[in-house]
């Protein structure tokens, strides 16, 4: 395997907003066309500052659909596995995510950092995770590595043989880090954060694989960016998607 093509590892995700149509007097002119008709169209320019309780009591009374008036579009990258468990969430979202038949995938592979914890204690539903120790941290790194090499290396050899990429990538991990479009509205995307952030702000809580909330954390930095008074009122009123 030439160096070029030698496996590199990466212990953190990234997330662009790449387009976005999102301001919290989205939610506003959505919300007021049921009591006002065309003269909501009015209130499109309004401060939303004004009328922050709105927002908040729409999100208090779980009038939701004010809030799927807008779009954003996020471009990912993070491991496989993340992307999995990301596919999950169909409402409100669309994907699309490079293809293994279509490219030659790269040799960018996940391996935890440090400060990720490596050990689960308790049962199903009420479990934990505590700091690993130095010794698993390095044998959880050593066996990753050696790991994505040896799957890698087969893989560019069955490519070599003329094998289908298809075919080929079949023996590649999930531990591969993959990249994808998507895109929601901010009802969708509150949903999402519900069960992929751990937050103390929440009511009810979650237990989200720490991979996927790195995404999460960077997706929800960005939209309360645009939607600042809205994020503040999913926050104030126990991160519950309305």
Not at 27 to 34: E, G, H, K, P
Not at 151 to 173: D, I, K, T, W
Not at 185 to 193: D, I, P, V
């Amino acid at each position: 395997m030439s160096d070029d093509l030698a496996p590199t590892f990466r212990s953190d995700v990234t997330v662009e907003l790449v387009r976005s149509a999102a301001t919290d007097t989205d939610v506003l002119w959505a919300a007021r066309v049921s009591t006002k008709g065309e003269q909501s169209l009015e209130t499109i320019g309004e401060d939303p500052e004004k009328s922050k309780g709105l927002i908040n009591f729409l999100m208090r009374d779980r009038h939701g659909t004010p809030f799927e008036h807008n779009s954003m579009t996020f471009f990912i990258s993070a491991p496989i596995f993340v992307f999995r468990e990301f596919h999950r969430h169909r409402s409100g979202w669309s994907y699309n995510e490079e293809s293994g038949r279509y490219r030659e995938l790269q040799p960018v592979f996940y391996v935890p950092g440090p400060e990720r914890r490596l050990v689960q204690q308790g049962k199903p539903g009420r479990y934990e995770f505590v700091e690993g120790t130095a010794e698993q941290h390095k044998v959880t790194t050593e066996a990753m590595e050696e790991s994505y090499r040896s799957s890698y290396r087969a893989y560019q050899e069955m490519l070599a043989a003329g094998v289908a990429r298809e075919v080929a990538r079949a023996v590649l991990p999930v531990g591969l880090f993959s990249s994808m479009y998507a895109t929601c509205n901010a009802r969708s995307l509150m949903h999402f954060l519900s069960l992929r952030t751990k937050n103390e702000h929440a009511t009810v809580p979650s237990f989200p694989q720490r991979e996927i909330e790195m995404v999460a954390e960077q997706m929800e930095e960005l939209w309360g960016q645009l939607m600042p008074l809205t994020r503040a009122a999913f926050d104030a009123h126990g991160r519950v998607a309305p």
